[in-house]
């Protein structure tokens, strides 16, 4: 596998994946407090970037730790901006089954700000990724705001076949289990929507 000429965290953003970096299958990841997990060899800048595929250890770590997805390193309170946040009540993600880790104290109105599994990046990360990359300029719902000073992670859920049990003379029915794969990154904005009347009416 060739080293690429692109530079991680300035051609290509540092949460993106390369060929260079197959899947490890699932384990346990410091990244979600030794949780099992989706896992990944780390070798950013080997092989092609995959630009549509989020590296799985690094997206994680960009939502815990507040990591900007472009460049790789830390935002501060006073610098985060999303560009794809959209806002939604609290009881419309309970009602689309996405909601069961939310606080229990969080009423059905309040409003989040779902980034999905983006983590706000630096201002001038926006203002570059939005100068050079073409799919972004083009797309319709890009709307730069700031992110909320406090937030919620959600863990989304993959399925993993678990192990072959090999010391078991006949085989056993392929079981799997719910691991970690992204997280969800929501913002709290601390308003409510007056018009939230429940999910369905
Ligand atoms: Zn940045």
Redesign the pocket.
């Known amino acids: 596998m060739k080293a690429s000429s692109l530079k991680v965290g300035v051609d290509v953003p540092w949460v993106t994946s390369w060929t260079g970096e197959p899947s490890l299958g699932v384990g346990p990841c410091p990244s979600v407090g030794g949780a099992p997990a989706i896992l990944q060899a780390g070798n950013p800048g080997q092989g092609k970037p995959l630009y549509s595929q989020n590296h799985a250890v690094r997206q994680r770590l960009s939502v815990r730790d507040m990591l ?1 997805p ?4 830390p ?1 501060s309170a006073q610098d985060r901006w999303t560009q794809v946040a959209h806002p939604v009540a609290a009881g419309r993600l309970r009602a689309d089954g996405r909601g069961n880790r939310l606080p229990t104290d969080l009423t059905d109105d309040a409003i989040l700000v779902d980034a999905g599994a983006i983590a706000p ?2 201002r ?2 926006v203002d570059r990724s939005l100068r050079y990359c073409p799919h972004l300029k083009a797309d319709p719902h890009i709307d730069v705001r700031r992110f909320p000073e406090r937030w919620i992670v959600l863990p989304l859920m993959a399925r993993a076949e678990a192990a072959p049990q090999l010391f078991l003379a006949r085989p056993t029915p392929a079981r799997t289990a719910a691991v970690i794969g992204f997280l969800q990154l929501c913002g709290l904005t601390g308003e409510r929507d007056p018009a939230w009347r429940g999910a369905d009416r």
Not at 70 to 73: A, I, Q
């Open positions: 900007c472009m460049c790789g390193r935002t990046l630096h001038a990360c």
